[in-house]
């Protein structure tokens, strides 16, 4: 099992940029797909962006070309650029480790581990 923090959210105005930080414990943090998703009130959990141990990337839609997933294997940690945030933006982000082998995983019962999640506010 891996423990996830996340750290990073808070409260910024549109069009800012915020980074979030994924801290993994655990030995085999490079093999791990590691994902971010986001929830917000009264919506479902969705997929926001994931990366591989090859640094392979996919992102959802609604954040492509503003957003952008990193690794630090060295320091077991992914993190979320968020650059030109909308209101939209607004949720709990969460980020979540996968044992599976596989390039990018999007699809969230394949993840194993997740943390508890971090609050990200945009205003208008």
């Known amino acids: 099992q891996v423990q996830l923090v996340e750290s990073g959210g808070g409260l910024v105005q549109a069009g800012g940029s915020l980074r979030l930080s994924c801290a993994a414990s655990g030995r085999d943090f490079t093999s791990y797909v590691m994902g971010w998703f986001r929830q917000a009130p009264g919506k479902e959990r969705g997929f926001v962006a994931a990366?591989?141990?090859?640094?392979?990337?996919s992102y959802a839609e609604s954040v492509q070309g503003r957003f952008t997933i990193s690794r630090d294997n060295a320091k077991n940690t992914v993190y979320l650029q968020m650059n030109s945030l909308k209101p939209e933006d607004t949720a709990v982000y969460y980020c979540a480790a996968s044992r599976h082998i596989a390039t990018t995983i999007q699809t969230m019962s394949l993840y194993d581990d997740w943390g508890q999640g971090t609050q990200v506010t945009v205003s208008s």
């Open positions: 990366i591989a141990w090859s640094r392979t990337t």
